[in-house]
């Protein structure tokens, strides 16, 4: 902002009211939050004229789910230069990715527009200047469409942690840093995020539950859902996963949605869904960025195991 000479609004609370109003007020022409804000905003049900004035709406930290881009590409409009110059015409963009504090940069680029298609965690291309590699547990590369831990080299890149050359070291492998994520890349060099490799769950019959590849499968095929959290977690008897579903305010809350959940879902994780329960946002815990601590839902659901009562 500082070297574009731009005016920047910088606000302490991300949620989706307080972003809305201060849309409303100092109408900005770009928007940048982390994908917690995003299912909030679209949830006030703003009119047109709320978000007329916004060109581009910038995504950081996690990638964003299509279900929360799409309403917001709605509104506002863009610039697109044609045989017969530059215009402006209805709708505005959208620049996902993933990033990091490690990353410094993002190391990938998407931008989303109403007339493009590529969704499905789609994270985009690599930057020129980012070498990115899928890799194994032995830090090998992997071949197009096979899945494995992400992988990143960069002059942006963070040269370590501070006071803990342990965690440096474990976090890198084959001369990249392994950004913790667990992503699959396709033919055309597009790169796809499945999940954190801390909340994927791999089954014993062969397999693997993605959770955040599972909420963008669940969104997509339930309208009235606003956001959704899966969690899977080992237990004694096996793999079990847990949906909850943050819905719309004109939803019925009273229907049992389970068999609508399952049949979003691969049938390998479909297998393993235990239980889908209606939430609110107050109910999840969360971090400073709004994403959702699964690690902390993890811990209660294995109390209730353990201690044999309701999660």
């Not at 994927?200 to 909420?215: I, Y």
């Not at 956001?227 to 237990?235: E, I, L, P």
Request: charged share 20%.
């Amino acid at each position: 902002a500082l070297c574009n000479r731009s005016r920047m609004l910088l606000l302490s609370d991300q949620s989706g009211p307080a972003v809305l109003d201060a849309v409303r007020g100092w109408r900005p022409t770009c928007v940048v939050g982390f994908a917690a804000t995003w299912p909030e905003l679209i949830a006030q049900d703003p009119d047109v004229g709320d978000l007329s004035s916004v060109l581009l709406w910038w995504n950081t930290g996690d990638c964003a789910h299509e279900a929360h881009v799409r309403p917001l590409l709605a509104h506002g409009t863009r610039t697109v230069f044609t045989g017969g110059g530059r215009r402006t015409v209805p709708g505005s963009a959208f620049v996902d990715g993933l990033g990091s504090s490690e990353m410094g940069h993002a190391m990938f680029f998407l931008t989303h527009t109403p007339d493009t298609d590529r969704y499905g965690r789609c994270i985009g291309r690599p930057h020129s200047f980012a070498d990115v590699a899928v890799l194994d547990g032995a830090g090998r590369p992997v071949p197009a469409g096979q899945v494995g831990q992400l992988g990143v080299r960069s002059p942006m890149l963070s040269p370590g942690y501070w006071n803990d050359s342990a965690g440096t070291y474990r976090s890198r492998r084959g001369g990249y840093f392994l950004t913790g994520d667990l992503v699959r890349a396709d033919e055309d060099g597009y790169y796809y995020h499945l999940d954190r490799a801390t909340d994927a769950v791999d089954l014993p019959g062969g397999g693997t539950v993605f959770t955040a590849l599972a909420e963008e499968q669940v969104l997509a095929a339930l309208p009235e859902v606003r956001d959704c959290t899966v969690v899977a977690a080992r237990t004694g008897t096996g793999v079990v996963t847990t949906v909850l579903l943050e819905l719309r305010p004109d939803a019925d809350p009273g229907p049992d949605r389970t068999a609508a959940v399952a049949a979003a879902l691969p049938p390998e994780a479909a297998a393993t869904l235990r239980e889908v329960r209606v939430v609110g946002p107050a109910d999840l815990p969360r971090g400073p960025t709004g994403k959702i601590r699964k690690v902390a839902l993890r811990q209660a659901l294995a109390a209730a195991d353990r201690d044999g009562v309701p999660a």
